[in-house]
């Protein structure tokens, strides 16, 4: 339940990035040490790859707050059966890491989601690449080798998920294989920093081409993650959605360039320091045009996020949705807090309104959850929101942190506090 209308004002932390929690956590199986990785996002997403790593043959120890102890000495299992997989869709990372370590994989990746099909043709092509057969056979990708080959692979499309793939299935292949037209994603360079850490030479990651000079064996180390630039990201268009001050920190602010320069475009004040940025509003907010892209370019991850702050802007907005198909289903719930948004393919034209009302709910996915409680957050009275799972699935208690800016969301039948199950009060 949300209560709007009320600015979000004081400092927030930004968690560890899940898109890279969640390719670093399979890719510790390419190493026989043991692995530690600090800063991991205390979110669903995590908890379902590490009860596969166990389902493997992981020993999984967790420190403190924040931080995994991972011990890959002993995988028992080469195959991720579907009751683990449909709950997440980067569990493809998995073909990838087991086939770089023990040239076999059996993975169940899970087809579409709700913003359209997910092919992981790119994933495929790759592995071909390096000399593995590949076999979907339903809804199962077994791909085998008896011995991998360097390559060189193009990508044909830019995807993050089939860059990391090539790159954990690569790290231990004789010779230098290379992908040209990788993502450079802030993640990705992440994957490539965490895999040198265990051993691995990595080079080039962050920008088009990638080479990996196979190594012979991983012996475990241990790595940071880089704090979430989509988290960081929808803070920052709270803030600015509610009139609000906020200083965000843990970031990294270079990560949110396009997300900074898109909300002075909507007259927010967005300063930078070293490692937080703030962002307020005090004047109207203006519209602009938004075109999702690979990074460096508007990530596609707060798309929603920023249809909902432009649903109040004055005029009208045109947001062209480039990375997904089909990634606008939560408008349907934004109109029904009175948002005026019509849909065509990849395009959406939002002519702000005046006010948006609290109403029912549901979270259609998990930015698109994210979008409707900045929406909630913006609009007079209560919003119900429901199906919140999805946000649970991929922020650190989200609630909880926009509470201590001020924000009034309850949880109903959680009885939580504003202490997290770390016990940090978020400020
Ligand atoms: N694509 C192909 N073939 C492939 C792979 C991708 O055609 O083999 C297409 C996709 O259909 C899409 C585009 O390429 O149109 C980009 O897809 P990409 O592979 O980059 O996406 P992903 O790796 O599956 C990751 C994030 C997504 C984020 C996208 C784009 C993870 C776990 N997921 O997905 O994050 O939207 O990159 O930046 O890293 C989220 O966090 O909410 C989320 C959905």
Redesign the pocket.
Known sequence: MIMGGKSLKGSVSISGA??AA??AIPAALLTEGVCRIDNVPNIK?VDVLLDIMRHLGAKIKKIGTDALEINCEKIHSFTVPYEMTKK???S??FIGALLGRFNHAEVSPPGG?C???????????GFEALGAKVNIDRGIVEAHATKLESAQVF??????????NIMLAATRVNGTTIIENA?K?P?VVDVANFLNAMGANVRGAGTDTIKIKGVEKMAGGSYTLIPDQ?EAGTFMIAAAATRGDVLIKNVIPKHLESITAKLVEVNATVEEFDDSIRVSRNGPLHKANVKTM??PGF???LQPQTVALLSMAKGTSIVTES???NRYQYVDELRRLGAQISVDGKIAVVEGVEKLSGANVKAT???AGAGLVIAALMADGVTQMHDIYHID??YEGLELKLNSLGAQIVRRNSGKSLINEKGIAYV
């Open positions: 899940k898109n969640v390719a997403d997440m869709r980067a493809y990372y989601c913003f359209g099909s997910r092919p992981i043709d790119m994933h495929i092509k990508l044909d499309v830019v995807s993050v998920g089939a860059t990391i993502a994603e993640h989509i690979p990074y990530p596609t991850d990375v997904w198909d996915d998990l930015r699935r991929g």
